[in-house]
């Protein structure tokens, strides 16, 4: 029997999942929740580490923790995608997560991490490199992931100084909400 891993179906398979993950991504560091769900099978389960549990649960788990988390940006490397099935797939994606943790979020931190040393009146930027091992399903004709598992590979906390951001006055500066450009781009461009 040939192997198909390389066919244009799976190339497109391969392109479709890809794009789930970024949706994840996007879902995530926009609080993007329609975005977010769109990666996730209805009936899929999400082992987080300090979240464990069904899809809609670790939506609501997103919304509550990131509430004073001004930003948050996930990075994709090294992908592999193993098909097990023509509907199912072994998919591991490495990556690394930049959030900012205000020292009023850090109730937030320590729902991640437990307890935290240092100052706890300082802003800490919290650096995770992880690998997202998922079971991902094409259900009609959509991929989507079935069960997440983020296997934690470590992290680092920095200290942010108290000038804390610095921006030019005319640049455009990320938002975790609908007025962030990629919306009014999108909008302009009727998607």
């Avoid at 930049?98 to 729902?111: G, I, K, N, V």
């Amino acid at each position: 029997m040939a192997n198909d891993n390389y066919s244009p179906q799976r190339l497109a398979d391969r392109a479709e999942i890809y794009d789930v993950m970024c949706r994840y991504c996007r879902g995530v560091d926009r609080l993007d929740f329609e975005t977010l769900r769109s990666a996730y099978h209805e009936d899929a389960i999400d082992n987080h580490g300090p979240y464990n549990g069904t899809a809609e649960g670790f939506y609501d788990w997103v919304r509550n923790r990131h509430k004073t988390i001004p930003f948050s940006q996930h990075l994709l490397g090294n992908m592999l995608i193993e098909f097990s099935g023509p509907d199912d797939a072994v998919v591991e994606t490495y990556n690394i997560t930049f959030q900012r943790y205000p020292a009023d979020a850090r109730p937030s931190l320590e729902a991640l991490l437990g307890d935290v040393p240092g100052d706890k009146d300082t802003a800490v930027d919290l650096i995770v490199n992880a690998r997202y091992v998922d079971h991902v399903t094409r259900r009609n004709g959509e991929w989507r992931i079935q069960t997440r598992n983020v296997a934690l590979d470590s992290t680092n906390m920095i200290e942010v100084p108290k000038a804390g951001f610095v921006t030019v006055d005319d640049q455009i500066r990320g938002q975790r909400d609908g007025g962030d450009i990629l919306y009014t781009l999108r909008a302009q461009l009727g998607l």
